[in-house]
């Protein structure tokens, strides 16, 4: 790559002595490549993370794996947070209009996107015309720093920043701007106060744990978990489950808890699975709410019955990704409840950035709900 000199408004950087350095997806089951490269020009309003920790999510997996598509050569990993290091000039405001200074401990959207199209004036931004996500872009010679598992990310105009505390430790602050935010988009989008409410969450993955959490803490007076596998179940008490439904993978039929899956007032779905969605939709109560979100792969067609929507006042809406309002709520939550739930023990393993391909099939292999990917190269490359 040739040799970019760049100055910002508030940091001088030589880029003869400061690289870049990332790991870069090249295909399905690929390993992944160490590649340099020299930091970018920044331009108005664009922001230098150096990334602190990145968490691996599960859509990173179906894309390393060859489950879903994804462009290609790519910096993979979303989940990131870190400090600044560069500011383009004219300065960086945060979200609430704070003017944010080097060495700020940040997060940021999974996107960015021009607040003045159509679909954003819609109320949608996530799905706006020429949207950049981070962790999902082809990288180029002058587009590189674009994804979580590398040094830095290169911040472009348009990307709404979020100061972080430092109360929050790296493992639980990576996740919030995918996992936490998702489910406050989703809480949001239901139009149904959860306070409470009976409320049914399918799947105990890393969603539905956060949003067992978010409902909890809303007020919810009951909270369903349904999932295939019984020490999930167990484990989603910890973080405000009260009642649980076990299905049978191989038929997807209620084993245990069919007496609690009724009069569901909000259904979260986070499975994704044809099957379980129909299942759903028959334990909504009048007026009920089924919320999917975890449909993001390619899947079979859902049947359901027109007149039992019509007659039972039933609403179903879907999600993909989340709107500015939603990643500040999901700070303010974990910023307040960090402590109420052993959040820190979802990353159940670390590596360090060169090790990502270890990292990567570790994740696909284990039961742990994410990996971190660290920068601190005084810690040992691999933590269980």
């Known amino acids: 790559m040739r040799n970019l000199n760049v100055q910002s408004s508030t940091l001088k950087i030589d880029r003869n002595e400061d690289l870049a350095h990332a790991m870069v997806f090249t295909g399905p089951n690929t390993p992944f490549e160490l590649k340099d490269s020299f930091l970018p020009i920044l331009q108005e309003e664009e922001v ?13 997996l179906h894309t390393y794996f060859g489950r879903r598509t994804s462009p290609m050569p790519s910096i993979l990993g979303h ?10 000039s004219g300065g960086k405001r945060d ?18 996107f021009d607040p003045c199209c159509d679909n954003a004036q819609k109320g949608y931004p996530q799905k706006s015309e020429n ?8 990288i180029s010679e002058n587009d590189m720093l674009n994804g979580g598992f590398a040094s830095h990310c290169h911040l472009k105009k348009g990307t709404e920043l979020f100061l972080l505390s430092n109360e929050i430790s790296n493992p639980i602050a990576a996740p919030i701007n995918c996992t936490h935010a998702t489910i406050s988009g989703v809480i949001r989008i239901s139009a149904k106060n959860p306070v409470n409410k009976t409320c049914l969450v399918v799947g105990a993955g890393m969603l539905g744990l956060s949003a067992c959490a978010q409902l909890k803490t809303l007020g919810a007076s009951k909270i369903i978990v349904m999932d295939i596998d019984a020490s999930r179940l167990t484990y989603a008490k ?15 039929k209620i084993t245990v808890g069919a007496e609690h899956f009724q009069d569901i007032d909000l259904a979260i779905e986070t499975s994704g699975n044809p099957k379980t969605i129909e299942l759903t ?6 007026g009920g709410v089924l919320t999917l979100v975890g449909s993001i792969f390619k899947q079979d067609d859902i049947s359901i ?20 309002e939603d990643l500040k709520n999901a700070i303010d939550f974990i910023e307040k409840h960090h402590s109420a739930y052993p959040f820190q023990e979802l990353v159940g393993a670390e ?20 990996v971190g990917i660290t920068q601190n190269s005084n810690s040992s490359s691999f933590n269980i």
């Open 281 to 286: 939709l028959s334990g909504l109560a009048i």
């Open 48 to 60: 230098l993370v150096k990334i602190e920790y990145t968490t691996i999510c599960t859509s990173d």
């Open 305 to 324: 019955n027109a007149e039992n929507i019509v007659r039972n006042l039933l609403t179903i809406r879907g999600l993909h990704n989340y709107i500015p």
């Open 131 to 138: 949207l950049y996500k981070y962790g999902h872009q082809k």
């Open 351 to 370: 590596f360090q950035l060169e090790d990502l391909t270890q990292a990567f099939e570790y994740a696909n292999r284990s039961e742990v709900f994410r």
């Open 79 to 88: 989940e990131i947070m870190g400090t600044i290091e560069a500011i383009g």
């Open 238 to 252: 910890k973080f405000g489950a009260t009642h649980a439904v076990l299905l049978d993978q191989s038929t997807g």
């Open 95 to 112: 979200y609430s209009g704070k003017l944010l200074t080097i060495g700020d401990r940040i997060t940021w959207m999974v996107y960015a």
